[in-house]
């Protein structure tokens, strides 16, 4: 699978932006469908998490303000961003994963900057 993430831009506070990631190749659905995010200077972190069942996780700090959501027909994953804070700020990464075999298959994409600044 390869991902293309897009979406993301300058917002001020309390905006809202919409990430998307469009999958390429088989079995799309087979896979748990993710975005993480890295600020400056911080490690990479997990920000919402959508298994192929459609239930989704989040980080607490996320959670009631976004909302990822997945369209198996469409190979998309979407993260819907509201309520945005500057502390949101940062490059945010689309991730696919599965397990097959006890073999981990997984694969980034590239990356799509999100600011939020008045």
């Known amino acids: 699978v390869q991902l293309v993430e897009s979406g993301g831009g300058l917002v001020q506070p309390g905006g809202s932006l919409r990430l998307s990631c469009a999958a390429s190749g088989a079995a799309f659905s087979m896979y748990t469908m993710a975005w993480y995010r890295q600020a400056p200077g911080k490690q990479r972190e997990l920000v919402a998490a959508i298994a192929g069942g459609g239930i989704p996780n989040y980080k607490d700090s996320v959670k009631g303000r976004f909302t990822i959501s997945r369209d198996n027909a469409k190979n998309m994953v979407y993260l819907q961003m509201n309520s945005l804070k500057p502390e949101d700020t940062a490059v945010y990464f689309c991730?696919?994963?599965?397990?097959?075999?006890?073999?981990?298959?997984?694969?980034w994409g590239q990356g799509t900057q999100v600011t939020v600044s008045s």
């Open positions: 991730y696919a994963v599965r397990v097959i075999n006890n073999i981990k298959d997984d694969k």
